[in-house]
């Protein structure tokens, strides 16, 4: 089979197919993806290789947050551009931010993803009544998700988008320990990084990491894997998150159908409790409008629009938080140097 060298993979029917069958499989395993694909294995290899070193590919596994005890939460804070930077760095204090942006639109200021101990969220939320009391924010939009959906082009079951709208922190339960967590962690840094090299980096045996990959991680704690590749050309690229209400969950299930075969979309979020749906997208500049209007395939009740600034920020589970019998939520140490903060910004002034 001849590769061509793509602008954009995700535009080139073969590297659809090979980033369709990473978000399934992961990339570990790329002799089995050159004979499923019939490319020579040496021959794949190096083409995912230029991928990476162009920038055009990375893959980071997709915890299991329901078997990990965690669950989504977006933050949305409307900041004082004079404190945005004092803003981030509190928001940061607490070790389970995942991602975040710069935002404008229906919220200017932050945009912060956090996986949180399900037990913990009432503790972000009162952290973040303190921020506000600070002004360190002026106020904030707090969003318990019942899970996310990745898109890439995949052919979701019903059972699957059925499961994202009937889940809920009540069913969040922890089925892991510190190995499993410290696995699954570098993974989702990395998810082509071998087991040898974890084992490496962490000091311990190949063998004790292996086994506990090829029993707890691979099948029970990875549900499949983020493949990260441009949607459109950098250059002329921004993220939107949009935010629409539906009347009932039939609506909620149709958005979701709507969108499968939207490159565009990058990850859709249930709100736990309500038909209020979160869709990150990455589009076209000159194409905005249109790329909104495809979300509205289904009647909503409401929306609005963020657009995310810059790039993102993003790292893995903070793993050095977890001991047998769960996480840790140091809630104290995030106050103290909360106060830390706030007297260097005094200082400063």
């Keep these: 089979m001849s590769l061509p060298s793509p602008k954009l993979p995700i535009y080139d029917d073969f590297y659809l197919k090979l980033l369709s069958r990473m978000t399934r499989d992961g990339p570990r395993n790329l002799s089995a993806l050159s004979r499923e694909l019939k490319v020579p294995k040496r021959t794949l290899h190096a083409r995912v290789s230029k991928l990476r070193e162009r920038g055009l590919l990375n893959v980071s596994a997709i915890p299991s947050l329901k078997r990990l005890g965690l669950i989504d939460v977006y933050v949305l804070t409307n900041v004082r551009p004079s404190l945005r930077r004092a803003a981030e760095r509190a928001l940061k204090l607490i070790d389970y931010w995942w991602r975040y942006y710069e935002v404008i639109g229906r919220f200017n200021g932050l945009f912060f993803h956090y996986l949180m101990p399900v037990n913990n969220v009432i503790d972000l939320e009162e952290y973040l009544e303190e921020l506000k009391r600070e002004r360190l924010v002026i106020d904030c939009q707090v969003s318990v998700l019942a899970d996310r959906i990745h898109y890439l082009l995949n052919p979701y079951g019903v059972k699957d988008l059925e499961g994202v709208l009937k889940r809920s922190p009540k069913d969040y339960s922890l089925m ?80 979701f159908h709507s969108l499968r075969g939207n490159p565009l979309v990058i990850d859709v979020g249930k709100e736990a409790g309500s038909n209020n749906v979160f869709t990150l997208m990455e589009v076209k500049v000159d194409e905005l409008l249109r790329a909104i209007s495809s979300t509205f395939i289904v009647p909503i009740e409401g929306y609005w629009i963020s657009f995310l600034l810059g790039r993102e920020r993003r790292k893995s589970l903070p793993h050095n938080l977890f001991h047998e019998g769960g996480w840790r939520y140091p809630k104290d140490a995030y106050l103290d140097k909360l106060r830390e903060l706030k007297g260097a910004l005094r200082e400063g002034t």
Excluded: C, W
């Design 176 to 255: 892991a320990d510190k190995y499993d967590v410290l696995i699954v962690s570098k993974l989702q840094e990395n998810a082509f990084a071998r087991l040898s090299e974890v084992a490496k980096e962490v000091g311990k045996s190949r063998s004790l990491i292996k086994y506990h990959y090829d029993t707890h991680v691979k099948d029970e704690l990875i549900k499949g894997y983020e493949v990260i590749t441009p949607r459109v050309e950098p250059s002329n690229a921004i993220r939107i998150l949009v935010s629409d209400s539906f009347k009932k969950e039939d609506d909620v299930m149709s958005y």
